[in-house]
């Protein structure tokens, strides 16, 4: 779990969060602006609905439920696609998606 701050100049409308991860706070941004989002983005808040907090050994489901990666549970599908769409932004190089990304 990370602790995190959004400051702005100026009040805004969004839900506080009691977890989350590192790899939410771009997607939180964008969306506290009214900023347009990429695919990417858009599923990350999506995701984050279902798994409010992650990393590389575990994850919170969103009862707040702590699980081990790996483990047999109900998150598995989710956690096994986004790893799919990390590894395209990330390595794949020859076949990344842009367009989901931008």
Aim: hydrophobic share 35%; net charge negative; aromatic share 16%.
């Amino acid at each position: 779990m990370t602790p995190y701050m959004l400051w702005s100049n100026y009040p805004l409308d969004i839900e506080e969060k009691a977890y989350t991860s590192t790899n939410y706070l771009g997607s939180y941004l964008l969306e506290a602006i009214g900023m347009d989002m990429p695919v990417y983005n858009r599923y990350l808040l999506e995701l984050e609905k279902e798994v409010p907090a992650v990393n590389y050994f575990g994850y919170l489901d969103k009862e707040n439920q702590r699980h081990l990666i790996g483990e047999d549970n109900p998150c598995q599908k989710l956690l096994d696609d986004y790893q799919i769409f990390e590894y395209n932004n990330l390595f794949d190089k020859g076949k990344r998606l842009a367009e989901l990304y931008e």
